[in-house]
């Protein structure tokens, strides 16, 4: 599709003005979207429709006077950087992009192009901003979530299963989000009676060799932080917790959804919504240095009531009573 409809002239110089004003008026806007996963993944599927629907009730429409250019990469460094190269390439004029990976890949191959990123935990320690009021570069979104939301899943896990003693954190070591939310989590611990150990897992298997390590003793619980890693095999992780009843807690409703026992953590699909209204700002002329990066505003706890009889568990009336969703 072209950036630029084109349209013939009508009539004489006289005309011309006019003319060059409509041009301009229908002109194709181009915005560039980096995902890191599978094309047909649900989850993303579900965020992608929530973008283009509120685009659509800011007056967008595809095909018409919007064209997304959408690029699919696993959690890949590799792959990501060449599908953020060939983003930049198309001269897009604006770029959507989700999470820490995508926006460390776009930077090394723009820093002129406006982007609008979402689910970044810490945008200024990580140098895409210069601060959330005032971002001053090429960039602005909306946070993942703070670091001590990591504190609330522990909390979570004690409440749901109080013989709860040792807990281990399952992570991505090559995530440096996977310190943050860890070092909170840690935090937590002595105040709780929980011991505490980190496995950092780089590939599926290791998933498996992780799980077998927490069954062998008795009274131990599962915390899953966020990580690209960590959705992409969410189907594996919550499979094994499961078929060793292990108490498990999530970072994100989709893992409930899925079959996790509960999760607690910033609603994934309300960003899409807010970044929509980003890339309408910024196509209608407000620069991504001027706006401020937003932190999330809906967090939701959700239970899998079917998982926790499975697994023999009573979950308490109130932790039920508290929950925004809970799937019978």
């Known amino acids: 599709m072209r950036r630029r409809t084109f349209i013939s002239l009508l009539g004489g110089a006289a005309a011309w003005p006019l003319t060059a004003r409509a041009q301009q008026g229908e002109r194709l806007r181009r915005v560039g979207v980096l995902l890191p996963a599978a094309a047909n993944d649900p989850e993303f599927q579900a965020r992608m429709t929530t973008f283009q629907q509120a685009l659509h009730e800011l007056g967008w429409t595809i095909g018409h006077n919007i064209q997304?250019?959408?690029?699919?990469?696993?959690?890949?460094?590799?792959?990501?950087l060449e599908q953020a190269t060939e983003l930049v390439a198309l001269a897009p004029d604006v770029i959507f992009a989700t999470g820490g990976s995508t926006m460390v890949a776009l930077q090394q191959a723009t820093r002129t192009f406006p982007i609008v990123f979402v689910q970044v935990p810490d945008p200024v320690g990580a140098g895409f901003v210069d601060s959330l009021a005032r971002p001053g570069g090429n960039a602005t979104g909306f946070t993942q979530f703070e670091y001590g939301v990591g504190a609330k899943l522990l909390e979570l896990l004690k409440e749901i299963s109080p013989g709860v003693m040792r807990a281990v954190v399952l992570r991505d070591p090559a995530s440096p989000d996977g310190v943050g939310q860890f070092a909170a989590i840690q935090a937590m611990g002595p105040s709780l009676g929980v011991e505490l150990r980190p496995i950092g897992?780089?590939?599926?298997?290791?998933?498996?060799?992780?799980?077998?390590?927490?069954?062998?003793?008795?009274?131990?619980?599962?915390?899953?932080?966020?990580?690209?890693f960590a959705i992409l095999h969410r189907e594996r992780i919550i499979a094994l917790a499961n078929r060793h009843r292990l108490v498990a807690v999530y970072p994100y409703r989709f893992f409930v959804i899925s079959g996790g026992l509960t999760s607690y953590g910033p609603s994934s699909i309300d960003p899409y919504r807010r970044a929509a209204g980003y890339v309408d700002r910024i196509l209608k002329g407000e620069k991504p240095a001027d706006l401020p990066v937003q932190a999330p505003t809906k967090y939701e706890l959700a239970i899998n009531l079917k998982t926790a009889k499975g697994l023999g568990l009573t979950v308490p009336p109130m932790l039920l009573a508290r929950a925004d969703e809970v799937i019978e």
């Open 68 to 80: 997304l250019e959408i690029r699919w990469a696993l959690p890949d460094a590799a792959k990501i």
């Open 201 to 228: 897992v780089r590939d599926p298997d290791e998933i498996e060799r992780a799980v077998t390590t927490i069954v062998r003793r008795s009274g131990s619980g599962l915390i899953v932080t966020a990580s690209g």
